[in-house]
């Protein structure tokens, strides 16, 4: 008799999955072609298109609920996700429908039209914006003859 529960959009368990590996620019080739699930179809062709450099599960919620969207994280790995890391860890549930069945937001007609969205907005977050000025460069200078060598590139 619980059947009745999962068939409403609105229920939690009926919220779709979003795994930063989906929409991550810095995974391997290997990794992105090995033939799996369907939601890995969906992450290839995703990549061609917009990836995000190591994007964390806080900033996909971040970016989701700046737009108005519903959403909760679990501390869930993707199956594939080798990098147990705690920055790597994690996925969230985003809400597409209500219970009557139409979208929480008509920009928001699937999956991949939330990850577009996420893969666009997390770069524009200001802590993003941020790191860039001049967070990253002090990090490298240990590695100087790395760093000239990127350059000539």
């Known amino acids: 008799t619980m059947a009745h529960l999962t068939q409403n959009p609105a229920d939690k368990e009926r919220f779709i999955c979003l795994y930063p590996v989906y929409i991550n620019s810095k995974k391997t080739l290997a990794e992105e072609q090995d033939p799996c699930r369907e939601g890995d179809s969906l992450h290839s062709s995703l990549f061609s298109r917009s990836a995000v450099e190591?994007?964390?599960?806080?900033?996909?919620?971040?970016?989701?609920?700046?737009?108005?969207?519903?959403?909760?994280?679990?501390?869930?790995?993707?199956p594939r996700e080798w990098n147990r890391d705690v920055q790597f860890r994690g996925r969230v549930r985003v809400q597409l429908k209500q219970e009557d069945g139409s979208f929480c937001q008509e920009k928001f007609g699937s999956r991949k039209d939330v990850m577009f969205y996420?893969?666009?907005?997390?770069?524009?977050?200001?802590?993003?914006?941020?790191?860039?000025?001049g967070g990253d460069t002090s990090s490298q200078q240990g590695e100087g003859g790395k760093k000239s060598k990127k350059k000539k590139k």
Do not use: F
């Open 54 to 78: 190591n994007p964390s599960c806080a900033e996909i919620r971040d970016v989701l609920t700046a737009a108005g969207m519903n959403v909760y994280m679990e501390n869930k790995m993707h």
């Open 118 to 133: 996420v893969a666009e907005m997390i770069p524009k977050l200001k802590t993003r914006t941020q790191k860039s000025g």
